[in-house]
């Protein structure tokens, strides 16, 4: 099964109509993007690298950035 990263900028903000329907055909991880401190976003890159799409959520849109 693929995975999906899916970030949310701001503290749990995450679309969850939107979410259910990539259940589907995903794995999806629910990810926070993290605030200041270098180490937690390097982690976070380690863990979008072993994705498959990312999905980023700015407030009010879907950004989507493809992994390779």
Known sequence: MKKVAVVSAYQKTFIEQDIK???DEFEVLKLQLPKK???NILQ???I???TDLVLIWFA???????VF
Do not use: P, T, V
């Not at 009010?60 to 493809?66: I, N, Q, R, T, V």
């Open 48 to 50: 979008i690298q072993q």
């Open 37 to 39: 401190n270098l180490r």
């Open 44 to 46: 976070l890159l380690r």
């Open 21 to 23: 329907a990539l259940k």
């Open 60 to 66: 009010d849109f879907w950004a989507m950035l493809a």
